[in-house]
């Protein structure tokens, strides 16, 4: 079986999260039982772009930065690329199902769809808006 992670999980790997315990036993657990880790290629700018704002706050030293991120590349996410053609619209649909103004999420959730599985997510308000309609999310508490 395969899941799909979004980069809250990844995040909250590296933040101080109350969740980061529960995050880090499921991850360990889909390791321990060989299950394929996916994510669309977005979630790695995800991952950057909280890597870079913790830098600049100095929450974490920026010498640091690449030793976190080659941690996070052990977990072996097989990132997946977005075709804008062939899957910009149902992206866009998606996004407008779950009454959200940005895209990010949507890209999650069609690979999920993709892969005939399940998004898991710390996000509450993507799970919330996905159960309303349908959509394979979990979330993750």
């Known amino acids: 079986m395969s899941v799909v992670v979004d980069a809250s999980l990844v ?5 101080a999260d109350e969740r ?3 995050v880090r036993a499921l991850l360990e657990g889909w ?3 060989g299950e394929d880790l996916h994510a669309p290629m977005v979630l790695a700018y995800e991952v950057a772009n909280v890597l870079a704002r913790l830098a600049f706050d100095g ?3 920026t010498a640091a930065v690449g030793a976190t991120w080659a941690d996070l590349a052990a977990l072996d996410i097989a990132l997946h690329p977005f075709d804008l053609a062939q899957d910009g619209p149902t992206i866009a649909a998606i996004t407008a199902r779950l009454r959200r103004r940005h895209a990010t999420d949507s890209t999650y959730i069609l690979l999920a769809q993709q892969l005939t599985t399940v998004v898991f997510t710390l996000d509450g308000s993507l799970a919330r808006n996905s159960a309303e309609v349908g959509l394979p999310v979990e979330l993750v508490t």
Do not use: G, H, R
Request: net charge negative.
């Open 20 to 22: 980061q315990a529960a």
């Open 59 to 61: 929450e974490l030293e």
């Open 11 to 15: 995040v909250a790997l590296v933040v």
């Open 31 to 33: 390791v321990d039982s």
